[in-house]
């Protein structure tokens, strides 16, 4: 296991998990991704990282900091309340369709776990508007020494 591969990883289940959807040419700065990429979108920021201090074997485990970001175009007027709490339920449904996925043991992760989530925030799009859903995901993998 490696960064390489828990990385890999990681995009390989969200790929998985959200088919249908685009994934994001620059999950740190939206505003610079096309309107079509955002309508449904996901994305992995990379955060910081610290030794575990668990040495086994020539090997250094490292626990590090995965963003996953989440967005979705919304349909809705100024007033159409409705609409606007359907796609904020949508975030959350599909973040707790990620914490589900890692929460159970994964290939190329030795553990994975839910932090934190930065709460829904919006974003004016150039032609639409859009909800964004960012969350941290703590993932521990092996580095060979």
Do not use: W
Request: glycine share 4%; charged share 25%; hydrophobic share 35%.
């Amino acid at each position: 296991m490696s960064f390489t591969n828990a990385y890999d990883q990681i995009r390989t289940e969200l790929a998985t998990l959200f088919s249908s959807y685009n994934e994001l040419d620059n999950p740190y700065d939206l505003e610079r991704n096309p309107d079509l990429h955002l309508r449904e979108s996901y994305g992995i920021t990379i955060g910081s990282g610290e030794n575990t201090t668990k040495v086994l074997c020539s090997r250094a485990d490292i626990s590090r900091i995965f963003g996953i970001v989440l967005c979705r175009r919304m349909n809705a007027t100024r007033n159409d309340t409705a609409t606007r709490i359907t796609a904020e339920k949508a975030l959350f449904e599909d973040l707790t369709d990620i914490i589900k996925v890692f929460e159970e043991p994964v290939a190329n992760i030795t553990q994975g776990r839910y932090v934190s989530d930065d709460g829904v925030e919006f974003l004016d799009g150039d032609r639409y508007n859009y909800l964004i859903l960012r969350s941290s995901f703590l993932i521990e993998y092996s580095e060979s020494l």
